[in-house]
């Protein structure tokens, strides 16, 4: 697969997307016996396969991009240039169906391993072409000492929290990040054809802020218009939906600390508009499970993904298609 040096696989979950580094700060007592609970900066990896989107540095950005290690998994901050790397399946199993990969992390931090790298390979394996979005996000301090700090700020309330699904605000307030979607959505349809893959199934799938992402990206993000989405862990706040709302895919755990407690008013919304939707509530798996091994039901989202794909025709050749 087409992806940056691997690192050692996770023995352990920890919650992560909003809280990966937040609870780190707030449960330490829990987590003092880990061997690496600690965030310890790492060089920037390799990655010899991303493509730059184009679209603009971010305004007024002073922080460069850099990146930590935490519980095995590697994360990317502060980025100002948005990037795309596509992890293609064998093209002798290839099914010619995409999806573009939104990791989470508050838009302050990206879940690249996790939430991003692990899904596309799992995706490969499926024959389906996964492009993992390294989409431009809020800064934060350069150092780890005021990163924390900010981070703790930002649980506490202090600062103003990520916006929801909120059509009204989305627009202006996820800006750099639709317009990466955007851009990824059109990089890959302008491909399409190099990279075996059928322009009329490409999707999206992200994961807590990322989720949040990729349901802008389908109310608001115009031209891009996704196959088929899914919401992995992020909030279900009611909305209006689109006449041409694509089939939804929503995983989400009960004892999930942020968007459990919750009304679910996004799946009424998919379900009254007569849309296709899918919602797997498990009794656990915290949030930011994505592709962590665990012993809890959540682990199985994964292939309920793939055998929701399958149901819906995403799958077959598109000489073989219905």
């Known amino acids: 697969m087409n992806t940056p040096n691997k690192r050692s696989t996770a023995r352990r979950h920890w919650p992560h997307g909003l809280s990966q580094t937040l609870v780190a700060l707030c449960f330490c007592a829990f987590q ?13 990896p390799a990655q010899p396969q991303a493509i730059e989107l184009g679209t603009p540095a971010l305004p007024g950005a002073k922080a460069q991009e850099s990146w930590h290690q935490q519980y095995g998994s590697r994360f990317a901050r502060n980025v100002t240039v948005a990037t795309l790397t596509p992890v293609l399946p064998d093209p002798k199993t290839a099914s010619g169906a995409a999806v573009i990969v939104a990791p989470g992390g508050g838009f302050r931090t990206l879940s690249m391993d996790n939430e991003g790298w692990d899904v596309a390979n799992a995706l490969a394996k499926q024959g389906i072409a996964a492009f993992v979005l ?29 916006p929801r699904p909120n059509p009204a605000t989305m627009a202006t307030e996820l800006a750099p990040q639709l317009e990466d979607a955007r851009a990824a959505f059109a990089l890959v349809r302008s491909r399409a054809g190099e990279w075996q893959i059928d322009p009329k199934r490409i999707g999206m799938i992200g994961f807590s802020a990322g989720a949040m992402l990729t349901m802008a990206t389908t109310l608001v993000g115009k031209e891009a218009k996704p196959a088929f989405i899914a919401n ?4 279900l706040d009611a909305v209006a939906v689109p006449a041409d709302a694509p ?26 508009a007569k849309k296709p939707v899918e919602f797997h509530f498990y009794e656990q798996g915290g949030h930011g499970f994505g592709m962590y091994p665990k012993t809890t039901s959540s682990s199985g989202w994964f292939d309920a993904f793939t055998r929701w794909l399958t149901m819906h025709g995403m799958l077959k050749p598109a000489e073989t298609r219905q």
């Not at 003092?32 to 920037?44: E, L």
């Not at 000492?145 to 649980?155: D, H, R, T, V």
């Open 32 to 44: 003092a016996t880990a061997a690496d609970d600690q965030m310890t900066p790492i060089a920037t």
């Open 134 to 162: 390294k989409y431009r996000l809020n800064q934060t301090p350069a150092d780890m000492a005021g990163f924390q700090q900010s981070m703790a700020e930002l649980f506490s309330g202090a600062a103003r929290r990520p």
């Open 232 to 235: 992995i862990y992020g909030p």
């Open 247 to 272: 089939p939804l895919f929503v995983a989400l755990a009960a004892d999930d600390p942020f968007f459990a407690q919750g009304k679910f008013g996004l799946i009424k919304s998919w379900h009254q």
